[in-house]
């Protein structure tokens, strides 16, 4: 009779709650080498939106890390991400350091040196390996280096292709496509001014969603198009693209704006969007 009270009594106790998951994203914001002040401030961009996502209201359980001057060849610093958001100089000028790639110029075009080819292959390796999260801003996609632009178009899924693709600084008129995506949850039409990376080579993808197109205000800078694109990558992981964030002060002014980058963000670590968007208070400056 003892025993079989005991017995009960272990079946009737509640499992311990599992902790919850953890989702570290890591920031690798580029240095400042382009643009006038208030313009591709990589690293402030980059701080604000970290802190963004540690202060939102409706989302638990986010680390962050912003580490500055490019990515690290030490990938144990990012070993342990759910995502990287990379947002820096692309291979365009000499003067420059590269986000991801060599300068253009440094290369024949079309390989690049010992050290680099390895440490690249083991970077794309614990990408897939881990299905860790990309998200990619701006003047990042400015690769000519063929291999560059190989490692990019799988991670993305599309291509930002130099003097074919284009990026005019013009008034934008951006608003979400008709489509459903956790990434446009809560996120609204806006219009800002930005240099807006645009004109992509987007060839047929099932991975691929499209999710923000843009209209420039003068008819010489286009016909409106995607500016941003989510893909779901054939490794299990997911990966962002985004044209925009030249010009700093929209990261304070423009909720939408930022609303569909944390989201973005938060998505490629694979946590889920809150209903309605990620909601956190404006950025203070950092």
């Known amino acids: 009779m003892i025993a079989a009270l005991f017995s009960t009594a272990a079946q009737a106790a509640p499992k311990p709650a599992e902790p919850a998951r953890t989702y ?18 990589y690293e402030k961009d980059l701080r604000e939106l970290a802190w963004s996502l540690e202060h939102a209201a409706n989302v638990q359980n986010v680390t962050t890390q912003v580490v500055v001057g490019g990515s690290p060849r030490d990938l144990s610093i990012i070993e342990g991400a759910d995502a990287l958001v990379i947002d820096g100089n692309g291979d365009w000028l000499r003067r420059e350091t590269g986000a991801l790639f060599p300068q253009f110029q440094d290369t024949d075009g079309r390989t690049y040196d010992a050290e680099t080819t390895a440490w690249l292959a083991k970077l794309d ?26 490692y990019l178009l799988d991670w993305l899924g599309g291509l930002w292709i130099p003097y074919a693709s284009h990026n005019p600084v013009d008034t934008w ?27 992509y080579f987007l060839f047929d993808n099932p991975g691929r969603t499209e999710l923000l197109t843009a ?19 054939p490794d299990g992981g997911r990966s962002l693209v985004w044209g925009g964030s030249d010009f700093h002060d929209n990261m304070h002014k423009f909720a939408d704006y930022r609303r569909f980058l944390l989201n973005g963000i938060l998505w490629t670590a694979t946590g889920k969007v809150p209903r309605g968007g990620v909601s956190s208070p404006p950025p203070p400056e950092l």
Do not use: C
């Open 24 to 41: 570290k994203i890591v920031f690798l914001a580029g240095p400042k080498q382009h643009g006038a002040p208030g313009r591709h401030e």
């Open 125 to 150: 390796a614990l990408i897939k390996r881990k299905q860790m999260g990309v998200a990619i801003f701006h003047y990042t996609m400015w690769v000519e280096n063929w291999v560059g632009r190989r």
């Open 173 to 199: 008129a951006v608003k979400p496509l008709k489509t459903r995506h956790p990434v446009l949850d809560g996120v609204k039409p806006w219009t800002f001014r930005e240099e807006m990376y645009s004109r």
């Open 215 to 233: 209209t420039p205000a003068k008819p010489e800078n286009g016909s409106g198009g995607p500016v941003a694109w989510a893909y779901q990558r």
